[in-house]
């Protein structure tokens, strides 16, 4: 179960996510982080450190913020292809 960046990064972009992932699965966008599921290693280190509790395990985040299951896979895949 990956977890998944949801609407209060936006605009914060504090990135103590980034800092502690010890995998390097999460991507820097214009306004928001996002995990890549397919390198997410369900190690739990990221949600802790976020200031604004916007990262959820994929089964637990919130329903009005499901839409962002799908976002973080699509565009956590894109900027990992993009960094490669």
């Given amino acids: 179960m990956p977890y998944v960046v949801t609407e209060a990064c936006i605009g914060v972009k504090d990135k103590s996510c980034m800092t502690v992932c010890p995998v390097d699965c999460i991507y820097e966008a214009e306004d928001m982080v996002f995990i890549n599921p ?36 699509v565009e956590g895949r894109r900027l990992a292809g993009e960094k490669k």
């Fill in 38 to 73: 397919d390198e997410c290693i369900d190690c739990g280190l990221c949600e802790p450190e976020c200031p604004v509790t916007a990262i959820f395990v994929d089964t637990d985040v919130p329903p009005n913020f499901r839409e962002y299951v799908e976002k973080n896979a």
